[in-house]
């Protein structure tokens, strides 16, 4: 299958980072959103930019800023004195693959603009909707480490990113292969595409038709059920989170060429897709990924 071929082709320009990629794509094929949570420097615009290229897809790269107005994302309607008329002029935001940049230094207001893009793939200016290229992908980032000057993602936002992963620094024999190359700029630029938008498209509706058995199901019930019932946690996963660990899971699936979920799909992806989902009391937010890890241990996994 040439999709998991690309696999290989992005191991070359993300060393170490295997990972960061299969997540990617497997957020890419679930139709989702992904945000990175990391330090400067470790990879996340390689990734964002390689994908774009390999897949044949646009590429935009917004810097978040405090400063940073919806229009500037989103695109505005001017008046053309000529042609005595108001005319669209697109924002970054229309673009296959769109990078934004330290999202949590917008303000709420320039954040709120990236709702209705993620959710229905479209912008509406002035009345008018215009829609996003398909497919669209939104990957964001933020600095684990700097609040200044920063507005934290409210729940409704968070919400609308499939996954949360970090990226982390290489191991040393990988650094020294990134050492050795330098820049990757202009490798980047010369990536062959290897798909075209319509392929891809198919591909995501193929993922919806991955086969789900009874016992999968009531496993990942079970799961959730034991979120609701934790009690270190204020709230657990919603129906709506249940259903992305689903598709998820469907994609991870599609990905490794199977036409059917293992509950071991579910499992692996649940800290990435469930721990910005989950409203931890504040006294164990330190401790969120053990008290996961405990929660997902608990439950037994189906024999199929």
Known sequence: MRLFQIFETLKRYLSGKEKAIEL?????LAKGHLLIEDLPGVGKTTLALSLSRVFGLSFSRIQGTSDLLPS???GASLYNKREEKFEFHPGP???HVVLVDEINRMSPKTQSALLEPMEEGQVTIDGVTYPLPKPFFLIATQNPIEYYGTFPLPEAQLDRFLMKISIGYPERN?????????????ELSQIPS???????LKFQEEVKEVYVSEKVL????DIVSETRKSPFLRFGLSTRGALLLLSAAKARAYLYERDYVLPEDVKELSPYVLLHRLGFKEEYEAQKEAILKTILEKIKIPLL
């Open 24 to 28: 990617t794509l497997i957020t890419f």
């Open 72 to 74: 500037d994302l989103t």
């Open 93 to 95: 935001i229309f673009a």
């Open 194 to 200: 290897q798909f075209l938008p319509e392929e891809i």
């Open 174 to 186: 990988f650094e020294k292969e990134i050492l050795k190359r330098g820049s990757l700029k202009e």
């Open 218 to 221: 009531d496993y990942l019930l």
